[in-house]
């Protein structure tokens, strides 16, 4: 916790809403129990000591001042200009930085620079940054799209990470075209009027070609790709013994009617559910989880690989996995008719969903059939006919059991966002064409509730045990953040109280399903969020309501639920004081691990999300003049951003396309507003747009209102006349 302290102290003092308050109030504004104050005190003191916040005046807490010299992280604008986040943050914030002073650095260079004060605005002093020196360079190489320029050939890099073009030569020498994706290595970094100059080192194909911006994308992220020899001799050394491993010690669940659902595109069956009456009217719900566990040794070739991937990635039409396929899509995977290894999770419930008791074994499974999600929502609905009787039994008793324990976690207050997700359209060329809705049948909940209630009960039995662990943390929001929530959402026609708990956030997101305001609503709320990480600290998930939370269900994706089913199979065996320091990792190690593999969650989200967002935009530069249905999902001074409906992308409406008029952006209204017509534009407002102009090297999609937000001809202009020493003055209006 001592940790977690400091991280959220300098994080709200960061908050753009904080004012400096005492370290009382600080602690009330982060949540903190009496029972931690003590150690929350102790953070705060060594952050004060090492100058990292300060007491002033009547002993309020504030970052502290900007200094004349700051040192920091470099971030690029394709427009020429950047920023500078100082490394120890200041109650100023990022640093802005002019075109003409950032001094050849690039984004992600460490640097150092000179402040400069630029004079006051409202109660605070503005200041601006000069790069002096560059500590270290973040990249050397980039992805971009090779061009020819007017005095030779030069790299455009993509989505605006290095503003400037790069000048390269010997283009021949790896047979590059123009417009052709390529990876450039940096050779010299540019200096004055001077481009940088690099060399190309790859050609990934044509620029806008699925395959050129697939492999694009794992260059820029730094993707791992094939699998070393060592992990493929493992590999394929377990598939070979699996038999010869035998199923000794096993619960033989062989003949029970065992069910696994995914998606339509799944080839690695993590999870399979059964469901059997226990009397009482009492139900016990199994999950069986892969038992990957049983095939990865600690230490082993493809333990220290699966570490360092930390998870699966899912692009579109590609998946990276954690673990060889021949694992991930194989004897790990559970598959219809093959007797499979698995950690299975009973759970007893009445007929309220109430959890009565949990068991757990090593079991030996076979999956009595596949289901898609679309499979078992027609089953459910009697739309699919030809199923076996056990089949549809089991599925009408799956969607039972959730409905009760989905009630009993609402009135328990978990929170579930309502974001609608896109699958793409590919044609047989590979190429995006069209968007649709992903789906969001009922099955997707069902599995959604057994594997929370599996996560828990893990994390439950396991934290009685008095052992580190790798959990799922998600911090409750502090004060500010939820004071800023509940000043946006009154800009959306909707209350929420000065300081929302989450019976009022739940009862928001019940009042906006269905609306045209839900997307927006339900997007100002996650962004409100801290996001989940992985952590051995025991803080619980504020979003599920769940004081033990893990991840357990998934150790064929995901590194984390590995970590978990070893430290289960240590008390499956009797052994966990024996286990510390191999199977039973220390908090310490954990910390590490956590960081880094929380890092790769974010990396291959990120990646998923770019790369969608490419391939959208490479179908959306052929149809300049198309109309999109949209929402305003943020304003700004330059402009209003409209996410559309369809495809989830977002474009920006500059301020000169709203209309002819003087537009202001009012951010504490949360609106931007016509000086002489009057007419505001608010956060999730419908609007249909049309497309100007796509700039997919860049991520960009320029859009303009489809028809005129207001009549211009009945636009009253202010009436001006000439005051003394030629002032304007402008009459009122009565």
């Known amino acids: 916790m001592f940790e977690l302290f400091k991280k959220n102290i300098i994080r709200l003092l960061r908050h753009g809403d904080y004012r400096p308050v005492k370290v009382g109030q600080l602690a009330r504004l982060l949540g903190v129990s009496d029972e931690d104050y003590e150690e929350f005190k102790k953070a705060y003191e060594q952050l004060r000591q090492s100058g990292r916040v300060v007491t002033g005046s009547r002993s309020l807490v504030s970052l502290p001042e900007m200094s004349s010299r700051v040192t920091g992280t470099f971030r690029a604008n394709k427009r020429g200009f950047g920023f500078i986040t100082p490394l120890d943050a200041t109650s100023h914030g990022d640093l802005f930085v002019a075109a003409r002073d950032t001094g050849g650095a690039m984004n992600g260079d460490t640097v150092e620079a000179?402040?400069?004060?630029?004079?006051?605005?409202?109660?605070?002093?503005?200041?601006?940054?000069?790069?002096?020196?560059?500590l270290e360079r973040g990249e050397s190489k980039f992805v971009g799209t090779l061009l020819k320029g007017a005095s030779g050939w030069i790299v455009n890099c993509d989505g605006g990470r290095f503003a400037e073009p790069i000048s390269v030569d010997d283009v021949g020498a790896k047979e590059a075209k123009e417009k052709d994706k390529v990876v450039v290595e940096i050779l010299s970094y540019p200096e004055g009027n001077f481009l940088a100059r690099g060399v190309i080192v790859e050609v990934l194909g044509k620029a806008g070609k699925y395959e050129s911006e697939i492999k694009s994308i794992i260059r820029q992220y730094r993707l791992p790709e094939e699998f070393g020899k060592g992990c493929v001799d493992e590999a394929r050394a377990a598939n070979a013994g699996f038999e010869a491993k035998g199923d000794a010690g096993r619960e033989d669940i062989t003949g029970k009617v065992i069910i696994t659902?995914?998606?339509?595109?799944?080839?690695?069956f993590d999870d399979a559910i059964s469901i059997e009456k226990v009397g009482g009217g009492n139900v016990e719900l199994g999950i069986h989880i892969a038992d990957v566990s049983s095939f990865i040794p600690v230490g082993s070739a493809l333990d220290v690989e699966a570490k360092e991937r930390g998870n699966s990635i899912y692009l579109p039409q590609k998946t990276i996995p954690m673990l060889p396929e021949i694992l991930s899509n194989g004897i790990c995977s559970l598959q219809p008719g093959q007797r499979r290894f698995c950690k299975s999770a009973y759970i007893t419930y009445d007929k309220d969903g109430n959890v009565l008791s949990s068991r757990f074994a090593n079991s030996l499974i076979e999956s009595t059939q596949r289901l898609t999600y679309v499979e078992a929502e027609k089953i459910l609905r009697g739309k699919i006919k030809d199923v076996r009787p056990e089949v549809v039994e089991l599925l009408g008793a799956m969607e039972s059991l959730s409905k009760v324990i989905e009630t009993r976690r609402q009135k328990n207050e978990m929170l579930h966002l309502d974001l609608p997700e896109t699958e793409l359209v590919f044609d047989k060329a590979g190429q995006v064409v069209d968007a649709e809705p992903a789906d969001t049948s009922y099955p997707h909940t069902i599995i959604e509730m057994f594997m929370v209630e599996a996560n828990e009960a893990v994390a439950r039995l396991i934290d009685g045990l008095n052992v580190?662990?790798?959990?799922?943390?998600?911090?409750?929001?502090?004060?500010?953040?939820?004071?800023?929530?509940?000043?946006?959402?009154?800009?959306?026609?909707?209350?929420?109280?000065?300081?929302?708990?989450?019976?009022?956030?739940?009862?928001l997101l019940g009042a906006v399903r269905g609306t045209d305001k839900e997307l927006s609503v339900?997007?100002?709320?996650?962004?409100?969020?801290?996001?989940?990480?992985?952590?051995?600290?025991?803080?619980?998930?504020?979003a599920l309501a769940s004081t033990h939370y893990c991840h357990f269900t998934s150790p064929i994706r995901r590194y984390a639920d590995l970590l978990v089913h070893r430290v289960l199979q240590c008390h499956l065996d009797g052994r966990i004081k024996a286990a510390a320091g191999k199977e039973v990792l220390s908090e310490g190690e954990l910390k590490e691990i956590g960081s880094h593999i929380t890092f790769t969650e974010n990396r291959a989200e990120s990646a998923e999300r770019e790369l969608k967002e490419v391939l959208i935009l490479g179908m959306l530069s052929k149809k300049i003049g198309s109309k999109l249905d949209c929402v305003v999902s943020g304003l700004a001074g330059f402009g209003v951003f409209v996410q559309c409906k369809k495809f989830g992308i977002e474009g920006l409406i500059q301020t000169e396309d709203l209309g002819a008029d003087k537009w202001e952006f009012n951010q504490k209204a949360h609106c931007v507003t016509g000086v002489r017509s009057g007419y505001t534009l608010r956060l999730g407002e419908e609007m249909t747009v049309r497309i100007i102009s796509v700039n997919v090297a860049a991520r960009q999609l320029n859009v303009a209102p489809a028809e005129p937000l207001f009549d211009a001809s009945k636009t009253k202009r202010k009436k001006v006349r000439r005051g003394r020493k030629g002032k304007t003055r402008g009459k009122k209006r009565k």
């Open 114 to 134: 000179r402040v400069v004060k630029r004079g006051h605005r409202g109660l605070g002093m503005r200041y601006s940054g000069k790069v002096v020196e560059i």
């Open 261 to 268: 659902i995914d998606p339509e595109t799944a080839k690695d």
């Open 522 to 542: 339900n997007m100002g709320v996650l962004r409100s969020f801290e996001k989940a990480e992985y952590s051995p600290v025991h803080i619980g998930h504020w």
């Open 468 to 507: 580190a662990l790798m959990r799922r943390i998600h911090p409750e929001p502090d004060g500010l953040s939820m004071k800023s929530l509940s000043k946006l959402i009154r800009g959306f026609g909707y209350r929420l109280p000065r300081e929302p708990d989450r019976a009022s956030i739940q009862s």
